[in-house]
Nanobody, 120 residues
Framework: QVHLVESGGGLVQAGGSLRLSCAAS????????MGWHRQAPGKQRELVAS???????NYADSVKGRFTISRDNVKNTVYLQMSSLKPEDTAVYSC??????????????WGQGTQVTVSS
């Protein structure tokens, strides 16, 4: 069993910063891609950013230049540094990871989500 536990959400004023963390624990061989998604009320979940095991990154256009995704492969943790936050960034942020649980099995896991609220 693999668990993803997020932390770092909260309430911040527009223009402020927050750093989200997501740590993976359990029994597995390694983790491939990791990422962050978000879902605002009444909207579909969207990809915010992703990072490969080798460090290649991908960002949604709406967060480019403001958010930075990184990971620590030793700690099995992915981070999302969010700066210049806007009210439209308000959402529940969830991390996900593609985990190699055996030599031939890769499975996606999701965290429980953490609320980010940006006030104007």
């Amino acid at each position: 069993q693999v668990h993803l536990v997020e932390s770092g959400g909260g309430l911040v004023q527009a223009g402020g910063s927050l750093r989200l963390s997501c740590a993976a624990s359990g029994r597995f061989f390694m983790i491939n891609d990791m990422g962050w998604h978000r879902q605002a009320p009444g909207k579909q979940r969207e990809l915010v950013a992703s990072i490969s095991s080798g460090g290649s990154t991908n960002y949604a256009d709406s967060v480019k230049g403001r958010f930075t995704i990184s990971r620590d492969n030793v700690k099995n943790t992915v981070y999302l540094q969010m700066s210049s936050l806007k009210p439209e960034d308000t959402a529940v942020y969830s991390c996900n990871a593609l985990v190699i649980v055996s030599p031939v099995v890769e499975y996606p896991y999701w965290g429980q989500g953490t609320q980010v609220t940006v006030s104007s």
